[in-house]
């Protein structure tokens, strides 16, 4: 649950819970003021007939004195009678006048007289209170779930425009990748803890910058300055007397694959600073394909086959495609147990290319660390045989300077190495595919 949801659900709980607590406090004390006014109205409604007794007494005659005023006078009870008991809805008067169909509160008084205590019923009528109660009854009952809509409403709003500084500053940190340090988050003009958020996170990639450079800085350096001493090697060897040719051919080995590593982690420090692309115009990567998979591979047991659709053009650098694809079909062929499968086909506006192997695959948890640097699953495999651990990783690069990507497809058996280049256009070349013994198989 986002912290934006979470919030709203909790205030909105919050205003709820205090919402029926002051609705209850309110009704309660309502109640007992309604009571209390009513009682006070029949309490008075008594004493009013208790005065209209002893007016219609007449001058000189005491209320109920000589039996001249009956005490069984409208309210009147006489001492000791039974009559209505107080709070009886239905109760009627004493002198059989009907009462009205409402709900009545009576209160019971008695008074002392020439004659004796009489007995008066005061009675005061309930509808006004039960009317307030059912207004503020129908008033809540809309009023509460409305009020918490619009509090869960500015809740969400105030959380989401509080948290939009966030949001931005989230999207950009997944922007931001190895190649892509000298971005920076947004730092918003408030004062709060987003902003020394911001400013921390711009603060850490300075860092990560700095060092990142230094890193790459250094690769560089050390593969430039490898080349040198290595081909100044490599020419001595070469020069070597016959009867040390037997050695020398061994350090030629060594050496060629020094250039090689050398070469590799210059090209990937180049990949990495970002240069430019040499592009060549429109090439038709069908014809970079079957150009790079013809090319002789330490493992002749191994049979290539590909399937390719000629005419998707690509915009780029053809040595660095020719590259990629060496890498993809190298890695493929170390790999497999007999054969390997080279397919390029168009999908929508995008070119895809697939090298499958036979071999034993690459396991699922895998699938992201072949594309490290100097990553080698296979630990047994002889350095004769094994590759260096750069050349999925360069390739990854240069499908990432091409606009494209380079990941492992779920395959069984063997393993699937995808690359995807977006088209700018489509149309159509002619291809003039290079002899060599595979089955070439041109689909238009």
């Keep these: ?21 002051a609705s209850i406090a309110l009704f309660a004390a309502l109640d007992s003021s309604l009571t209390a006014s009513t009682k006070e109205l029949a309490a008075n409604d008594a004493k009013e007939q208790m005065h209209v007794l002893k007016a219609e007494s007449g001058p000189g ?7 001249t005023v009956s005490p069984f006078g409208k309210g009147a009870l006489p001492p000791g009678g039974k009559g209505p008991m107080p709070g009886s809805a239905a109760a009627g008067e004493d002198d059989g006048l009907p009462v009205p169909d409402e709900a009545m509160f009576m209160v019971r008084r008695t008074f002392e007289t020439e004659n004796g205590p009489v007995t008066v019923i005061g009675r005061a009528s309930m509808a006004p209170a039960t009317a307030a109660m059912a207004t503020l009854r129908n008033l809540l009952i809309p009023g509460v779930p409305a009020l918490l809509a619009v509090v869960a409403l500015f809740t969400w709003l105030a959380v989401g425009r509080v948290l939009r500084p966030v949001s931005a500053i989230r999207a950009k940190v997944a922007d931001i990748t190895a190649n892509g340090l000298h971005e920076r988050v947004p730092e918003p003009d408030t004062r709060d803890e987003i902003a020394a958020l911001a400013r921390t996170v711009n ?16 690769v560089a350096d050390a593969a430039h300055e490898l080349r040198s ?25 060594d050496v060629a694959r020094l250039q090689s590593l050398a070469a590799d982690l210059l090209l990937l420090a180049r990949l990495d600073a970002g240069e430019p692309l040499s592009r060549a115009g429109e090439l038709d990567l069908a014809q970079v394909v079957a150009e790079e998979a013809v090319r002789k591979r330490p493992r002749p047991d191994v049979h290539v086959c590909l399937d390719l659709t000629p005419g998707l053009l690509l915009d780029g650098s053809a040595d660095q495609l020719r590259r990629l694809v060496a890498n993809l079909v190298d890695n493929a062929v170390r790999h497999a147990s007999a054969s390997v499968h080279v397919t390029l086909m168009s999908s929508g506006d995008h070119a895809v290319l697939d090298v499958v192997d036979d071999g034993p695959g690459i396991p699922p948890e895998h699938h992201t660390t072949v594309f490290e640097r100097f990553a080698r699953l296979d630990h047994a495999r002889t350095r004769d045989t094994g590759g260096s651990g750069l050349g999925l990783p360069i390739a990854r690069n240069i499908a990432r300077a091409h606009g494209g990507t380079v990941q492992v497809v779920p395959h069984s058996p063997g393993a699937r190495l995808r690359a995807v280049f977006p088209l700018p256009e489509r149309s159509v070349a002619s291809v003039a595919y290079p002899p060599g013994d595979l089955a070439v198989r041109a689909r238009v």
């Design 203 to 218: 603060a850490t990639l300075d860092r990560l910058q700095t060092s990142v450079d230094a890193q790459r800085q250094f």
């Design 229 to 253: 001493p290595l081909a100044i090697l490599r020419t001595r060897l070469e020069l070597a007397r016959p009867a040390e040719k037997p050695l020398a051919t061994a350090a030629l080995d």
């Design 1 to 21: 649950m986002g912290v934006r949801l979470s919030t709203t659900l909790t205030a909105t709980a919050a205003v709820a819970a205090a919402l029926c607590l």
């Design 61 to 67: 005659d005491a209320v109920g004195e000589k039996g």
